[in-house]
């Protein structure tokens, strides 16, 4: 884990500011329906995280072997969760993100917040403002992207969901680099997010 060596200028790009700018369009879109409100704070984040200056030296590590242990672990601390608590997992999604679909609620959950929240927090934030500020801010987000709308028991576990899984992607994007932990991210949120919702469609569908 690097940080910022001591006396480098700070730039106005620091992922501090970055992350105060994010707080600051999540505040701005409070009144706008979630769905739409949550594209427009993963837009913001996708800018965010091209101005930053030091993008191209981030710690990718990309391989097949690495991206399948990352892929691998978010298979083996999601699906005992959502072996025991399918129906209030598939609840849970509804309430936070809205979604009227089950395409719209696999980019919102998945496909789009897992390479664009890495980057970000593990990439970005983690090296230089260090693992505690990384998963500490990425707990914060989760109050700036549910707390306008979602009912507080809700908002409050995908808090502290969202702490002890950063915690968990911390670790793998230290041990195994940037792309497993997306990997791991991209497959935990699809089992504990999508999967309920797909399967409960599958079962409608098959009567």
Known sequence: MTRRAAGAPATVAAPHLLFLVFAG???????????????????????????YPGLGSLEW?????????G????LVISLPVWAFVPTQLRAMAGRLYGAGDLALLFYQAC????????????GILAPEAGAAAGVGLYALAGLLY???HAPFPSVVAAVLAMALLGLVW????????????TAC??????????????????????G
């Open 146 to 148: 549910f707390a306008p």
């Open 61 to 69: 590590r990309f391989s097949l072997p690495a991206v399948g242990r």
């Open 170 to 181: 911390t670790y793998v994007r230290e041990s195994h680099g940037l792309a497993a932990a």
């Open 185 to 206: 991210h991209l497959v935990a949120a699809f089992v504990l997010l999508v999967w309920p919702a797909l399967l409960a469609a599958l079962r409608a569908l098959l």
């Open 71 to 74: 892929a691998l672990l978010g």
């Open 25 to 51: 369009v999540g505040v701005a879109t409070i009144a706008l329906p979630q769905p739409g409100r949550l594209a427009i704070l993963y837009v913001a984040l996708g800018v965010l995280v091209l101005a």
């Open 111 to 122: 496909l789009v917040p897992a390479p664009l929240e890495e980057v970000f927090f593990r």
